[in-house]
C-alpha cells in the first residue's frame, strides 16, 4: 500500500548549519510531492513542491531533491536558523481524479543558537 | 483574507460526551479533510469530503462523525464511542475534484481535545 516514511524522527543542527530532511515514499506512480513545516500548536503550513518530472526545486534556502529511482525525496535547508525548529513533514499523491495526500510521520527539527 | 478556522482552539470534554469540533473555510474549496494528531506523531486521516452532502470514512473514522452540508462547513462529532479522543485535530481543505492539487492542503490551526 501507500506509504511514505522518514528516515529520523529528530534532527539537531547548529544555527547557520545546512540541514537535511530525508523522506521515503513507496509509491512509485507518486508524481506530485509536498513538504510542509509544523510549529508546536499549530497547523501544517505548505513551504514547498516538486511534481515528479524534475529532480530539484531551489529556492532562496530551501532546495527539494527528488531520486525517483530509489523513491527517495529530501528537503535542504540552507543557514538553518532558530525560527526553523518544527516538525517537518512529507507528502505524496497522486495527480489524478481526487488528491489524497499520504503524509511521512514527520521529522523534528532542533536549531540551537 | 482567505482562510480555513477552526474552533475552538482548546476543548475539554468530560468522559461520556460528545464534542462537536468546527471547521469552516472561505477557499471555495469542494474537498474538505479531518486529521487526528498524537503527540510526536504523523497525521492520520478521520473522514473527508469531496463535494457538498458527501463524506467517505479514512483510516481512523470509528467514534467519529461528520456531516458536510454546506460548502464552507465540515464539522466533526467526536462521539462517547471514541474511547481515546485526547488529541490535536487539524481541518484542511483543497480545490476542486480532477484539477491539478498546486500547494496540497490548507491546513486551519487546529483544536486540542482532552478528555477530563
Known amino acids: 500500500g501507500e506509504s511514505v516514511g522518514l528516515h529520523l524522527p529528530t534532527l539537531s543542527v547548529q544555527e547557520g548549519d545546512n540541514s537535511i530532511i530525508n523522506c521515503a515514499y513507496s509509491?512509485?506512480?507518486?508524481?506530485?510531492f509536498i513538504w510542509y513545516k509544523q510549529e508546536s500548536g499549530k497547523g501544517p503550513q505548505f513551504i514547498t513542491d516538486?511534481?515528479?518530472?524534475?529532480d530539484k526545486r531551489q529556492g532562496q534556502r530551501v532546495t527539494v531533491l527528488l531520486n525517483k529511482t530509489v523513491k527517495h525525496l529530501s528537503l535542504q535547508i540552507a543557514a538553518t536558523q532558530p525560527g526553523d525548529s518544527a516538525v517537518y513533514f512529507c507528502?505524496?499523491?497522486?495527480?489524478?481524479?481526487?488528491?489524497?495526500?499520504?503524509f511521512g510521520t514527520g521529522t523534528r527539527l532542533l536549531v540551537s543558537p | 483574507d482567505g482562510g480555513i478556522t477552526q474552533s475552538p482552539k482548546y476543548l475539554f470534554r468530560k468522559e461520556g460526551q460528545n464534542v462537536t469540533l468546527s471547521c469552516e473555510q472561505n477557499?471555495?474549496?469542494?474537498?474538505m479533510y479531518w486529521y487526528r494528531q498524537d503527540p510526536g506523531q504523523g497525521l492520520r486521516l478521520i473522514y473527508y469530503?469531496?463535494?457538498?452532502?458527501?463524506?467517505q470514512k479514512g483510516d481512523i473514522a470509528e467514534g467519529y462523525s461528520v456531516s458536510r452540508e454546506k460548502k464552507e462547513s465540515f464539522p466533526l462529532t467526536v462521539t462517547s464511542a471514541q474511547k481515546n479522543p485526547t488529541a490535536f485535530y487539524l481541518c484542511?481543505?483543497?480545490?476542486?475534484?480532477?484539477?491539478?492539487?498546486?500547494?496540497?492542503?490548507?491546513f486551519g490551526s487546529g483544536t486540542r481535545l482532552t478528555v477530563v
Open positions: 484542511a481543505s483543497s480545490g476542486p475534484p480532477g484539477t491539478a492539487l498546486e500547494g496540497g492542503y490548507t
Open positions: 509509491n512509485s506512480a507518486s508524481d506530485y
Open positions: 516538486i511534481r515528479s518530472n524534475m
Open positions: 507528502a505524496e499523491t497522486l495527480n489524478t481524479g481526487f488528491q489524497k495526500l499520504v
Open positions: 477557499l471555495n474549496h469542494d474537498a
Open positions: 469530503s469531496q463535494i457538498v452532502n458527501d463524506f
